[in-house]
């Protein structure tokens, strides 16, 4: 190819979403990752894009409300170019309460929403027997808010592959960086940048999840009791995830994924008979400060790094692409004091 303008290092989520906004704005880019698109966390299967609660509000609240807003028009494109599903549907979230307090509690934060999500999604307090797809609650009543979506995360990183080259952009697995450079590396990149300084930078957190076989398309994803049931729109229910600061294999499942799938047929009696098609394990990236990392990196001259997606990667990568490339080809910086590397070191 032609000299790339934009370099990134990394075939996950954030790296392809920052090579796609790139691309938008007129860019040659070129992305490379040796194991190739959606090798790590980013390949993963449960896709649970939801906000924070509306309350306590600050500027990582607040990027998470725009991302979410953001992406049904970024994926939207996606699709149209590539011409693969993604798996995007912004169907809500139900959240069953256990009790007055919790109704209480969730009741508050319904006012906090209509102000603070500026009347484009809401949170209200809704009775179970209303909806057709909802988990047993102790009080009859759940949360129910049209901010959250979900996403098959696998089909929608090899979309934005797919749109990349579409578009003229090189996806590949070897090649000599060229341009701005942008390392967006997952766990591996957060332990490179641990070796080079005085104390953890980040690390990679395991997390194993499953698919059911039931089709529940369309349906908001679910969260019980720390758990995420996702309906996706292929047919399949993904069911996660642990959590799992060590381990000794990052790649295999065990008797926490089975506890976990107990745990989910016990929460939604509609998955008892629903065989699992596939279990997953992987390595997510989380930083230090727990917030994403984007910016100039700390540790190489002249490049820029975006990592430490963790659990919301796929939930914050629109509006982290939109702000990486103004930062690279614009030098326009709007990232948040929170989510600049510096918070991490």
């Known amino acids: 190819m032609a000299t790339a303008d934009v370099t990134v290092m990394g075939a996950g989520v954030f790296g392809l979403s920052i090579a796609w906004a790139c691309l938008q704005r007129g860019a040659r880019v070129h992305v490379i990752d040796p194991a190739g698109v959606a090798a790590g966390a980013s390949g993963g299967i449960v896709g649970a894009l939801a906000p924070h609660v509306p309350e306590?509000?600050?500027?990582?609240?607040?990027?998470?409300?725009?991302?979410?807003?953001?992406?049904?028009?970024?994926?939207?494109?996606?699709?149209?170019?590539?011409?693969?599903?993604?798996?995007?549907?912004?169907s809500g979230r139900l959240q069953p309460l256990a009790d007055e307090a919790a109704v209480a509690l969730a009741r508050a934060r319904a006012a906090g929403a209509a102000d603070l999500w500026q009347g484009q999604a809401i949170w209200e307090v809704v009775p179970a027997s209303d909806l057709p797809w909802s988990p047993p609650s102790p009080t009859g009543l759940v949360i129910h808010d049209t901010l959250s979506a979900l996403i098959h995360p696998r089909q929608a990183t090899h979309a934005l592959a797919a749109a990349i080259t579409a578009q003229g952009g090189v996806v590949t697995r070897d090649g000599q960086p060229q341009g701005a450079v942008v390392w967006a590396t997952g766990a591996?990149?957060?332990?490179?940048?641990?070796?080079?300084?005085?104390?953890?930078?980040?690390?990679?957190?395991?997390?194993?999840a499953a698919l059911l076989r039931h089709d529940a398309a369309g349906q908001p994803q679910l969260?019980?009791?720390?758990?995420?049931?996702?309906?996706?729109?292929?047919?399949?229910?993904?069911?996660?995830?642990?959590?799992?600061?060590?381990?000794?294999?990052?790649?295999?499942?065990?008797?926490?994924?089975?506890?976990?799938?107990?745990?989910?047929?016990?929460?939604?009696?509609?998955?008892?008979?629903?065989?699992?098609?596939?279990?997953?394990?992987?390595?997510?990236?989380?930083?230090?400060?727990?917030?994403?990392?984007?910016g100039t990196h700390p540790f190489l001259p002249g490049a820029f790094v975006a990592n430490g997606g963790f659990k919301i990667g796929f939930g914050m990568a629109p509006k982290v692409a939109a702000v990486m490339a103004d930062l690279i080809l614009a030098t326009t910086d709007a990232i948040p004091e929170d989510f600049r590397p510096q918070a991490s070191l």
């Open 188 to 208: 591996a990149g957060l332990a490179e940048m641990t070796a080079q300084h005085s104390r953890m930078v980040g690390a990679g957190v395991k997390g194993q």
């Open 223 to 294: 969260f019980a009791g720390g758990l995420h049931i996702v309906p996706h729109l292929d047919g399949t229910v993904a069911i996660g995830s642990t959590t799992e600061r060590d381990f000794s294999d990052a790649t295999t499942t065990d008797d926490q994924l089975d506890a976990l799938i107990a745990q989910a047929r016990a929460a939604l009696p509609a998955l008892g008979a629903a065989p699992v098609i596939a279990r997953w394990a992987g390595v997510r990236p989380r930083s230090r400060s727990r917030a994403p990392m984007i």
């Open 56 to 90: 306590q509000w600050n500027a990582k609240k607040a990027f998470q409300r725009d991302s979410l807003l953001m992406a049904q028009g970024f994926w939207a494109a996606v699709e149209a170019a590539s011409g693969q599903s993604t798996g995007y549907v912004r």
